[in-house]
Nanobody
Framework: QVQLVESGGGLVQAGGSLRLSCAASGRTFSAYAMGWFRQVPGKEREFVAAISWNGGSTNYADSVKGRFTISRDSAKNTLYLQMNSLKPEDTAVYYC?????????????????WGQGTQVTVSS
C-alpha cells in the first residue's frame, strides 16, 4: 500500500505560481512512477503530468506544457508540481497518483493509488 497526501493548493491570481507537494508513505516510493491529475465538477479527471520512477522521463498535457514542471525527491518521498503562469482554466482539484511500475502512463486507470486532492483556484 502507498499513502499519498497532497498539499500546497490555494487561491492565486492569474499569472501567479503555486507549488504542489505530495508526500508518500508505505512501500518504496522510488519504485513507482508518479503522476498529477486534475478534476473540475462535472468533468472527467484529466492527466496533467507524470514522471518515471527515477525522474528520467516526464510527460505533460499540452495544456500545461511549458508552464508546469513535475519533479520528485526520493530522499524525501515527495512528488512536486511547480505551476507557473497560472490561468483561470487551471482551477481544479489536483490529485497525486502512484503507479506500481517504473514507467509513466497518462491514463487514470493505469494508476493504483490516489491522494485526497488539493484545491487550486486561479482568479482572473
Amino acid at each position: 500500500q502507498v499513502q499519498l497526501v497532497e498539499s500546497g493548493g490555494g487561491l492565486v491570481q492569474a499569472g501567479g505560481s503555486l507549488r504542489l507537494s505530495c508526500a508518500a508513505s508505505g512501500r518504496t516510493f522510488s519504485a513507482y512512477a508518479m503522476g498529477w491529475f486534475r478534476q473540475v465538477p462535472g468533468k472527467e479527471r484529466e492527466f496533467v503530468a507524470a514522471i518515471s520512477w527515477n525522474g528520467g522521463s516526464t510527460n505533460y498535457a499540452d495544456s500545461v506544457k511549458g508552464r508546469f514542471t513535475i519533479s520528485r525527491d526520493s530522499a524525501k518521498n515527495t512528488l512536486y508540481l511547480q505551476m507557473n503562469s497560472l490561468k483561470p482554466e487551471d482551477t481544479a482539484v489536483y490529485y497525486c497518483a502512484a503507479r506500481a511500475a517504473y514507467w509513466i502512463r497518462t491514463q487514470r486507470a493505469d494508476y493504483d493509488y490516489w491522494g485526497q486532492g488539493t484545491q487550486v483556484t486561479v482568479s482572473s
